[in-house]
């Protein structure tokens, strides 16, 4: 296996740690603005409605990094 394949491979497991990452957030975002709401008649804090996007967007960024992986090793290792 060469430097290029083993860059492909990592920046793949990459970015299935930021998309089970964001999953995680999204869940438990989605759990603590429930528990917030059925507590009380309030919106709850700012980090209660961030939170769950915040998953979102990492979800986001893993999914590209999984999909673009080959293209990112390309570039890294373009002089090779």
Do not use: H
Not at 13 to 23: A, N, S, T
Not at 47 to 64: K, N
């Amino acid at each position: 296996m060469n430097q290029k394949q083993l860059a492909n491979v990592l920046i793949k497991i990459l970015g299935l740690y930021f998309c089970v990452d964001g999953v995680v957030r999204v869940i438990s975002g989605v759990f603590n603005l429930l528990a917030i709401l059925a507590s009380r008649s309030g919106f709850g804090s700012f980090y209660a409605w961030v939170s769950p996007f915040t998953g979102i967007i990492l979800g986001g960024i893993g999914l590209l990094l999984i999909l673009l992986s080959r293209m990112i090793a390309d570039v890294l290792f373009k002089d090779e």
